[in-house]
């Protein structure tokens, strides 16, 4: 779906492989197309007000390229950290379902020889500290990080408050759970 938007935005609904669902994209320049043309997630403008300023989108700007080119840079901007995990056979199947594309490149290419019980690690790229933690806690107890040690120190906490909440099968739910303490 592509269309021109109020103010000349263009706006095309792409597959995020991530969410598993379109995601909507505006690009904004301004007279003519540079470098600097502003790519925006519909999802994350919160307003929008009609100027009454027009413009007209040159014939040469390809969207879906512009679109394409702004992912690739993204990836690499937006992965600025690693870690290194362990993980089970198992966790790396469910990878490709539940993981971005770029995580599981970097598993198949970092990928070391599997230990005695098929475990294997990798580096993988991450966001920030929290952001891995809540994705990693998609493969559950099939992988483990090693480093870097904030990560894996957030993930334990995280494990504990689990192992207390889950732990006690007579548990009613009445009384309040502890929070997991927020890191980096």
């Known amino acids: 779906m592509e269309g021109t ?3 000349g935005a263009n706006a095309r609904a792409v597959w995020s492989r991530a969410e598993k669902r379109p995601v909507y ?3 904004r320049g301004g007279a003519h197309i540079d470098p600097n043309v502003g790519t925006y997630r519909v999802s994350q403008i919160l307003a929008a007000l009609p100027t009454g300023e027009h413009f007209v989108r040159p014939d040469d700007f390809d969207l879906a390229a512009h679109w394409r080119a702004y992912l690739a840079d993204f990836a690499i901007r937006r992965h600025q950290e690693h870690a290194t995990v362990r993980m089970s056979p198992l966790a790396r199947q469910r990878m490709a379902h539940v ?3 770029a995580i599981v490149s970097a598993v198949d290419a970092s990928a070391g ?3 005695a019980d098929g475990w294997m690690r990798a580096r993988i790229p991450i966001e920030s500290i929290r952001h891995a933690h809540d994705e990693l806690l998609r493969l559950g107890a099939e992988v483990e990080v090693l480093a ?3 990560l894996r ?3 334990g906490r995280t494990a ?3 192992a207390g909440r889950y732990g006690n099968p007579a ?4 009384a309040p759970a502890q929070p997991v303490p927020v890191g980096s």
């Open 160 to 162: 504990a408050v689990l």
């Open 148 to 150: 870097p040690a904030a």
């Open 99 to 101: 993981m971005e594309p």
């Open 153 to 155: 120190e957030l993930l």
């Open 113 to 115: 020889p599997a230990d």
């Open 171 to 174: 548990r009613d739910g009445t």
């Open 5 to 7: 938007g109020p103010g």
């Open 25 to 27: 994209v505006v690009a």
